[in-house]
Protein backbone atom coordinates (compact mmCIF):
# COMPACT_ATOMS: atom_id res chain seq x y z
CA UNK A 1 0.00 0.00 0.00
CA UNK A 2 1.42 3.26 -0.84
CA UNK A 3 1.32 5.95 1.78
CA UNK A 4 2.74 9.77 1.14
CA UNK A 5 2.86 11.22 4.60
CA UNK A 6 3.38 15.42 4.77
CA UNK A 7 4.62 17.43 7.47
CA UNK A 8 6.25 20.88 8.39
CA UNK A 9 2.83 22.96 7.59
CA UNK A 10 2.58 25.91 10.39
CA UNK A 11 1.88 29.30 10.72
CA UNK A 12 4.36 31.83 10.43
CA UNK A 13 4.78 35.79 9.74
CA UNK A 14 5.10 36.82 6.13
CA UNK A 15 8.79 36.82 4.86
CA UNK A 16 9.53 33.58 6.99
CA UNK A 17 10.37 30.00 5.17
CA UNK A 18 8.94 26.61 5.92
CA UNK A 19 10.32 23.57 4.71
CA UNK A 20 7.70 21.12 3.63
CA UNK A 21 8.48 17.06 4.17
CA UNK A 22 6.54 14.28 2.21
CA UNK A 23 7.92 10.50 3.08
CA UNK A 24 6.47 7.80 0.94
CA UNK A 25 6.27 4.04 1.68
CA UNK A 26 4.81 1.81 -0.36
CA UNK A 27 6.03 2.46 -3.57
CA UNK A 28 6.94 -0.47 -5.54
CA UNK A 29 9.91 1.31 -7.84
CA UNK A 30 11.31 5.02 -7.50
CA UNK A 31 8.20 7.44 -8.38
CA UNK A 32 9.19 9.20 -11.47
CA UNK A 33 7.64 12.70 -11.01
CA UNK A 34 6.68 13.81 -7.26
CA UNK A 35 4.98 17.01 -6.97
CA UNK A 36 3.72 19.80 -4.22
CA UNK A 37 0.29 21.10 -4.90
CA UNK A 38 -1.94 23.46 -2.93
CA UNK A 39 -5.44 24.02 -2.89
CA UNK A 40 -7.25 27.18 -1.58
CA UNK A 41 -10.76 26.92 0.17
CA UNK A 42 -13.39 26.82 -2.19
CA UNK A 43 -10.55 25.85 -5.37
CA UNK A 44 -9.14 23.43 -7.20
CA UNK A 45 -5.35 22.09 -6.34
CA UNK A 46 -2.55 23.15 -8.61
CA UNK A 47 0.61 22.37 -8.89
CA UNK A 48 3.20 24.37 -7.58
CA UNK A 49 6.46 22.28 -7.87
CA UNK A 50 7.28 19.09 -9.63
CA UNK A 51 10.48 17.03 -9.72
CA UNK A 52 11.66 14.11 -11.85
CA UNK A 53 13.35 11.23 -10.85
CA UNK A 54 17.12 12.34 -10.46
CA UNK A 55 16.27 15.88 -9.49
CA UNK A 56 17.61 16.89 -13.49
CA UNK A 57 14.27 18.11 -14.52
CA UNK A 58 12.07 20.47 -12.58
CA UNK A 59 8.75 22.40 -13.17
CA UNK A 60 7.73 25.88 -11.06
CA UNK A 61 4.58 27.79 -11.25
CA UNK A 62 4.78 31.20 -11.70
CA UNK A 63 3.59 32.23 -8.45
CA UNK A 64 6.20 30.59 -6.08
CA UNK A 65 9.54 30.64 -8.67
CA UNK A 66 12.12 32.24 -7.53
CA UNK A 67 10.54 31.69 -3.81
CA UNK A 68 10.28 28.09 -3.63
CA UNK A 69 12.11 24.88 -3.85
CA UNK A 70 11.86 21.47 -4.45
CA UNK A 71 14.21 18.61 -4.18
CA UNK A 72 13.75 14.60 -3.38
CA UNK A 73 16.16 12.06 -1.35
CA UNK A 74 15.58 9.10 -3.18
CA UNK A 75 17.90 6.90 -0.37
CA UNK A 76 15.25 8.36 2.14
CA UNK A 77 12.33 8.33 -0.25
CA UNK A 78 11.84 11.92 1.11
CA UNK A 79 10.36 14.70 -1.20
CA UNK A 80 10.67 18.65 0.48
CA UNK A 81 9.76 21.53 -0.32
CA UNK A 82 11.62 24.26 1.07
CA UNK A 83 9.49 27.98 1.40
CA UNK A 84 11.57 31.15 1.74
CA UNK A 85 10.19 34.64 1.49
CA UNK A 86 6.76 33.54 1.98
CA UNK A 87 3.44 35.40 1.57
CA UNK A 88 -0.25 35.73 3.12
CA UNK A 89 -1.21 34.74 -0.36
CA UNK A 90 0.32 31.03 0.37
CA UNK A 91 -1.97 30.24 2.78
CA UNK A 92 -3.18 26.99 1.70
CA UNK A 93 -3.79 23.02 1.93
CA UNK A 94 -0.13 21.86 0.70
CA UNK A 95 -0.44 18.21 -0.89
CA UNK A 96 2.63 15.67 -2.17
CA UNK A 97 1.68 13.74 -4.99
CA UNK A 98 3.26 10.84 -7.04
CA UNK A 99 3.27 9.24 -10.23
CA UNK A 100 5.27 6.02 -11.35
CA UNK A 101 5.93 7.81 -14.43
CA UNK A 102 5.38 11.19 -16.19
CA UNK A 103 6.55 12.39 -19.68
CA UNK A 104 7.91 16.10 -18.19
CA UNK A 105 7.63 17.79 -15.54
CA UNK A 106 5.71 20.77 -16.90
CA UNK A 107 1.95 20.79 -17.77
CA UNK A 108 0.80 18.02 -15.42
CA UNK A 109 -2.77 18.44 -13.31
CA UNK A 110 -3.63 16.14 -10.24
CA UNK A 111 -5.58 13.42 -12.53
CA UNK A 112 -1.47 12.73 -13.95
CA UNK A 113 -0.80 12.01 -10.44
CA UNK A 114 -1.69 8.37 -8.60
CA UNK A 115 -0.77 8.81 -5.10
CA UNK A 116 -1.97 11.42 -2.54
CA UNK A 117 -1.02 12.74 1.11
CA UNK A 118 -3.40 14.28 3.03
CA UNK A 119 -1.68 17.34 2.94
CA UNK A 120 -0.64 20.03 5.38
CA UNK A 121 -1.67 23.16 6.39
CA UNK A 122 0.30 26.61 5.84
CA UNK A 123 -0.74 29.84 7.68
CA UNK A 124 0.96 33.19 6.53
CA UNK A 125 0.31 36.11 8.24
CA UNK A 126 0.61 39.50 7.59
Known amino acids: QVRLVESGGGSVEAGKSLRLSCASSGLSEVANCMAWFRQFPGKEREVIAV????????YYADSVKGRFTISRDNAMNTLYLQMNSLKPEDTAMYYC???????????????????WGLGTQVTVSS
Open 51 to 58: ISTGGSST
Open 97 to 115: AATVWCAATAGLRPADFDY
